[in-house]
């Protein structure tokens, strides 16, 4: 009965309802396994002021201006390339696993505020999360698709309230096995970019509410420290590996995505396997049921994902190449096979790019207009003439020019090319370009804003507004308020 329910929710207060049920199990699991490691604590029982008062503490503190620390936790491996703040990660990303002997060293205001400073040293789980409010303005009046986390025009909305709660291993030790879990609650306009057949996709996919419920990812990590230098394995549902954007808001260098980012797969389910051989290479391999459904839906096929990353020893470049999601490739519920590219090169610690090409396809998806059904929530292919099947590749690329202004700014530029050559993926078989120039600063480390004006073009139909127009100016900005 659940189930049901869950797959097919009726409105905006039920999505909500089930962010915040979702919620206060994951603050329940968080209480319940930090209860014990704080009892003891000498200052369990000392006076100290309430929540709201910790919690108002933390934020004026954190917008006043920081003095550097003078010493760095330690860390286990090259050092990092970047400063984290401004850009989304101190190191160069890869999905799957959290950063093999990089320290959890990140305070949040809703545990400092819940714990105390002194009882929060002693816990390994952890709660905290934001909110994203986004508004934009666009020469489209009735949807900015295919740009991606900024679909509605001309109007203010919630882009995201997530809630996490997380325990990490602790990676940086090699003497003993450790673990790790993690659960989201993701409520509001975005969940439709990160929802799954058989996880509530009724939601967007036939009911087509703009605000909606997802539990992005919910997975446990498996630390095996003898395995090489370190080895995760992630068993559970978990964000599709490659690429330089995120899902979640705070790990992109911009409010918008780019084309390549909207048409890849979201998340998957199953297990992934990373290993650290040295601090230059790393290894990655998995068998997951194919991407955006759950196990239990019929479009399931098994999948698998092989990744390998090399970091150069100055850290300035660093490539990671993943084939993900590969199967027979035959048409079914987002069945991409994907081969997929990412370079990030450094020129000083201010200035660095950052590149991702990628190629995919489906085969036999049945063509527009012919006989054969297409199913829900998916685009039929502009075959030849006369063919009620076809193949339906599309290749993308993505370039990030990234600056750091100051500790609290960064100026960013991409430029990005998709070629949708059977409009399997966007609903228009047309090459797409977008430029879009962003600027993002920082309110101590708690708050984000990121402004940015974006123009698209379509070349070969209108693949814009609903087929209306070949050209979309938007110009849009987000606020992310961490707790």
């Known amino acids: 009965m659940y189930k049901k329910w869950l797959e097919s929710p009726a409105s905006f ?3 909500f309802f089930l962010f915040f049920l979702t919620a206060f199990f994951s603050l329940a699991a968080v209480a319940q396994s930090t209860a014990s490691s704080v009892a003891n604590s000498p200052a369990a029982n000392s006076p100290r002021p309430n929540f709201f008062h910790r919690l108002k503490d933390y934020y004026a503190s954190d917008w006043k201006p920081q003095t550097a620390s003078a010493t760095s936790p330690a860390r286990r491996g090259a050092p990092s390339p970047l400063d984290s703040p401004p850009f989304p990660s101190s190191d160069w990303s890869y999905g799957g696993s959290p950063v093999i002997g990089e320290p959890d060293t990140n305070s949040y205001p809703l545990m400092t505020a819940w714990m105390g400073d002194a009882r929060l040293a002693r816990v390994r789980s952890k709660v905290y999360g934001w909110v994203e409010p986004v508004v934009d ?55 439709r970019y990160t929802i799954d057949k058989g996880y509530g996709y009724r939601q967007w996919v036939t009911d087509h509410h703009q605000y909606g419920f997802d539990p992005t990812m919910e997975y446990l990590d498996l630390y095996f420290p003898h395995v090489a230098q370190g080895m995760i394995l992630r068993i559970g549902r978990f964000i599709s590996l490659p690429g330089i954007e995120a899902q979640l808001a705070p790990g992109n260098y911009m409010y918008s995505h780019s084309l390549l980012y909207t048409v890849d797969p979201f998340t998957d389910t199953g297990a992934m396997a990373t290993v650290k051989l040295n601090d230059r290479w790393l290894v990655q391999a998995g068998l997951t049921g194919g991407h955006d459904v759950a196990l239990w839906t019929p479009d399931a096929k098994s999948s698998a994902t092989a990744c390998v990353s090399y970091t150069s020893a100055s850290v300035n470049d660093n490539i990671y190449a993943c084939l993900n999601g590969i199967n027979d490739g035959k048409y079914a519920y987002n069945n991409m096979q994907q081969y997929d590219v990412t370079w990030y090169h450094r020129f000083t610690r201010r200035w660095h790019i950052a590149s991702e090409a990628w190629y995919m396809y489906e085969t036999e998806v049945p063509a527009v207009g012919g006989s054969l059904p297409i199913e829900t929530g998916t685009d039929g292919a502009t075959c030849a003439f006369g063919e009620q099947r076809c193949t339906a590749p599309e290749y993308a690329a993505v370039n990030y020019i990234e600056h750091e202004l100051s500790p609290h700014d960064i100026l960013s530029f991409r430029s990005d090319m998709l070629d949708d050559q059977k409009g399997q993926r966007t609903g228009f078989a047309t090459r797409y370009t977008e430029n879009t120039l962003s600027w993002q600063h920082w309110f101590g480390s708690t708050v984000q804003l990121r402004p940015e004006i974006r123009l698209d073009h379509s070349w070969n139909l209108r693949g814009y507004d609903l087929g209306r127009h070949r050209t979309e100016f938007v110009a849009a900005s987000d606020l992310i308020f961490h707790f």
């Open 13 to 15: 207060w039920q999505a």
């Open 137 to 191: 303005a666009s020469t489209s009046g009735f949807r900015n698709d295919p740009v991606s986390d900024d679909a509605y025009p001309n109007r203010a909305e919630l882009g995201q309230a997530v809630l996490y709660a997380e325990r990490l291993p602790d990676t940086v030790q090699q003497k003993h096995f450790d673990w790790g879990y993690h659960l989201t609650a993701l409520f509001g306009t975005d969940y």
